[in-house]
T-cell receptor, first 114, second 120 residues
Framework: KQEVTQIPAALSVPEGENLVLNCSFT??????LQWFRQDPGKGLTSLLL?????REQTSGRLNASLDKSSGRSTLYIAASQPGDSATYLC?????????????FGSGTQLTVLP | GAVVSQHPSWVICKSGTSVKIECRSL??????MFWYRQFPKQSLMLMAT?????????EQGVEKDKFLINHASLTLSTLTVTSAHPEDSSFYIC????????????????FGPGTRLTVL
């Protein structure tokens, strides 16, 4: 059974810092990996999706990498802003099964201090 | 991008009553929809996978008679929490799956904004 772990569980940084969020998964047979942002009491906003054949994806100040063989992904946030404060979730999609289910990590709660 | 809506966004009900939550894909058809539950400060846990026109597949530990799922059309799935109890209070999120075929095929899920259920 796929297990997804995110470290750290919480992170607090001053505005302007670059930071890295970590995600690890136990089964490397994945279809893709996705990073989401969740604001308190809200749904999920997809940030980046990396297909299993890709190594990284970039969107603005965000860069996500994928090392499938080692079961790891990182989300790099450059020049952090208070508006980046949220919970960041990593999810992997199974390669097998008709539904290709997503398995979520427990998230990293990020606070960017002004 | 594809939009998924949920209604209601929040609901408060008395213990023992039933609550229906709707999930709609607004500008696309979804053959598969997923229902998740999220307790405070925890991640999303998959409850069930719903395919249009067939019975839902429930995850281990999820009572199918308590959480009734109906996926009557390609744009609508409903989750009914029957005889709700305070322990059912949670944030329920639906997701619709879109598969595009051909070269560079993709398999993507779009998430609804969630429904906050509070059972008194």
């Amino acid at each position: 059974k796929q297990e997804v772990t995110q470290i750290p569980a919480a992170l607090s940084v001053p505005e302007g810092e670059n930071l890295v969020l970590n995600c690890s998964f136990t089964d490397s047979a994945i279809y893709n990996l996705q990073w989401f942002r969740q604001d308190p009491g809200k749904g999920l906003t997809s940030l980046l999706l990396i297909q299993s054949s890709q190594r990284e994806q970039t969107s603005g100040r965000l860069n996500a990498s994928l090392d499938k063989s080692s079961g790891r992904s990182t989300l790099y946030i450059a020049a952090s802003q208070p508006g980046d404060s949220a919970t960041y979730l990593c999810a992997v999609r199974a390669f097998t099964g008709s539904a290709r289910q997503l398995t979520f990590g427990s998230g990293t709660q990020l606070t960017v201090l002004p | 991008g594809a939009v998924v809506s949920q209604h209601p966004s929040w609901v408060i009900c008395k213990s023992g009553t039933s609550v229906k939550i709707e999930c709609r894909s607004l500008d696309f058809q979804a053959t598969t929809m997923f229902w998740y539950r999220q307790f405070p400060k925890q991640s999303l846990m998959l409850m069930a996978t719903s395919n249009e026109g067939s019975k839902a597949t429930y995850e281990q530990g999820v009572e199918k008679d308590k959480f009734l799922i109906n996926h009557a059309s390609l744009t609508l799935s409903t989750l009914t929490v029957t005889s709700a109890h305070p322990e059912d209070s949670s944030f329920y999120i639906c997701s619709a799956r879109v598969i595009s075929g051909g070269v560079g095929s993709t398999d993507t899920q779009y998430f609804g904004p969630g429904t906050r259920l509070t059972v008194l």
